[in-house]
Nanobody
C-alpha cells in the first residue's frame, strides 16, 4: 500500500489550498478503514486534523480546523482530499495522509495508523 500526497505550496493568509492523497495497492475490505490528514509543524508533535471513513464517509475534525477545512473522498479514484480555506500562518507545516483500521473516535490519534505518505509542505506566509 502506498500513499502519495500532493497540492501543498505557498499561500497567503486567508487563502485556500486543496491537498490530495492517492492510495494505491489499497483494498478496503473492512468498514474500519479510515484515512486521515495530519500536520507537523517545526518543533511540534504530529497533529491529527481530520479523518474520513472510507466505507461510510463519516468525518471528524480537530477543533483547530473545524469550519475551515473539509475532508472528502472519491473511492473510484482512491483519493482523499483536504480542502483548506481561510488559512492561517499557524497552519504551516508538513501535511501527511495516513490509512489504517481505526476505531473512529480515535481517528485523529497518529498511533492508530499503519501507513503514511511522504508528506507535502504547506506554507502560509505573507
Amino acid at each position: 500500500l502506498q500513499l502519495v500526497e500532493s497540492g501543498g505550496g505557498l499561500v497567503q493568509p486567508g487563502g485556500s489550498l486543496r491537498l490530495s492523497c492517492v492510495a494505491s495497492g489499497f483494498t478496503p475490505d473492512s468498514d474500519y478503514y479510515v484515512i486521515a490528514w495530519f500536520r507537523q509543524a517545526p518543533g511540534k508533535l504530529r497533529e491529527g486534523l481530520s479523518c474520513i471513513s472510507v466505507s461510510l464517509g463519516t468525518t471528524n475534525y480537530a477543533n483547530s480546523v473545524e469550519g475551515r477545512f473539509t475532508i472528502s473522498r472519491d473511492n473510484a479514484k482512491n483519493t482523499v482530499y483536504l480542502q483548506m480555506n481561510k488559512l492561517e500562518m499557524e497552519d504551516t507545516g508538513v501535511y501527511y495522509c495516513a490509512v489504517g483500521q481505526v476505531v473512529f473516535d480515535r481517528c485523529t490519534n497518529a498511533l492508530e495508523y499503519d501507513y503514511w505518505g511522504q508528506g507535502t509542505q504547506v506554507t502560509v506566509s505573507s
